[in-house]
């Protein structure tokens, strides 16, 4: 494998379309939802910032490239911090619905205005890294406008960016893996 797909076998991802059937977009809100419950049920790596961007990533990654849809990653964002919403996920951090909605955007554009590396695992790996590490930025900001303490900075900020990008780069080639498998399967028949 050469580290491209065919535009028949990755959903025509380009060019993309506002257009969206209900059944799509139930499955970008769940996948939203899949990856806050995961985050809240499977807490395999007790204090390491950032090891859920691997399912997170992962998910957010298979959905946006696999939907002709623009929006597709912003969509399984607002499932994610829709479902962060519900009491019985929710945590001690105020702030977690905000979190969740920043990567997919940030996966929107990135495929919108770099359509020719979309194709690519290194891209997906790298762009799983630079949506996952939103959250740390954004918890920073959110630290130094309003003063509320995050326990992922007591090591100081570098320390949860910089796992947040490897954790979220790990989901991100993961995701990648799983769409260049199912495809190449897919191939054969």
Not at 106 to 116: H, I, K
Request: with cysteine; glycine share 12%; charged share 15%.
């Amino acid at each position: 494998m050469n580290g491209m797909l065919s535009q028949k076998t990755l959903s025509k991802a380009f060019p993309t379309e506002w257009a969206l059937p209900w059944w799509e977009a139930l499955l970008l809100l769940g996948s939203g939802a899949l990856a806050v419950a995961m985050h809240r049920n499977l807490d395999f790596m007790e204090g390491a910032p950032g090891h859920h961007g691997i399912e997170w990533m992962a998910l957010l990654i298979i959905g946006r490239a696999c939907s002709r849809f623009r929006g597709a990653g912003s969509l399984t964002s607002v499932g994610a911090s829709f479902a962060s919403l519900m009491p019985f996920w929710r945590g001690g951090d105020p702030f977690v619905p905000l979190l969740y909605l920043l990567p997919g955007p940030v996966m929107d554009l990135a495929f919108r205005y770099l359509p020719r590396y979309a194709e690519k695992i290194w891209f997906m790996m790298l762009l799983g890294g630079l949506a996952n590490m939103t959250k740390p930025l954004m918890r920073l900001v959110i630290n130094l406008l309003t003063g509320w303490p995050f326990g992922s900075f007591r090591f100081g900020v570098a320390y949860p960016v910089v796992s947040h990008l490897f954790y979220g780069a790990f989901g991100g080639l993961l995701g990648a893996l799983i769409i260049f498998g199912v495809s190449k399967l897919s191939a054969k028949k």
